[in-house]
């Protein structure tokens, strides 16, 4: 009777039916209490403080890089990121530095595409299940209407 309420809920929040990751005793191999508590959501706050200074750090090479038209040193990013900075055409660079900050951090992390700048390939938000980050998530609203 509860499935579908389960399913609607593992669904939106998809952190909160993840098992909490176990943590062994060095010495003896025994199981230790975890000390995130129960909340999925405790690093949630400081992964978004470190994706808003890596969109700070962006911004800032591409207002460079698109104002003095020579190379500027690259950012301290991530790696995954450096070839699709190096590959940005002046056009490019120009139209996220006019998109504003909250459209680069769309872009940069979630499915919203900045009007020609190329999509990056592989984004900060969901990850595959190995690497997977359980503390945030990027599900989206479309497949809920088929329950």
């Not at 389960?6 to 952190?15: S, V």
């Not at 919203?112 to 595959?128: E, F, K, L, N, T």
Request: contains cysteine; negative net charge; hydrophobic residues 45%.
């Amino acid at each position: 009777m509860m499935m579908p309420v389960h399913a609607l809920l593992a669904h939106f929040f998809p952190a909160a039916y993840e098992p909490l990751p176990t943590i062994h005793d060095n010495e003896g191999g025994e199981l230790v209490g975890f000390e995130a508590g129960l909340d999925p959501f405790g690093a949630a706050e400081g992964v978004r403080q470190q994706r808003e200074i890596e969109v700070n750090r962006i911004l800032a090479w591409v207002a460079d890089a698109a104002y003095s038209r020579t190379r500027v040193a690259l950012p301290d990013v991530r790696s995954e990121l450096l070839p699709w900075l190096t590959s940005l055409s002046n056009g490019q660079l120009n139209a996220l530095i006019s998109a504003g900050k909250n459209a680069a951090y769309g872009h940069l992390y979630f499915s919203m595409a900045v009007p020609g700048v190329p999509a990056i390939s592989s984004r900060g938000g969901r990850q595959d299940a190995a690497s997977r980050d359980p503390t945030f998530s990027t599900a989206e609203c479309g497949p809920a209407a088929a329950f």
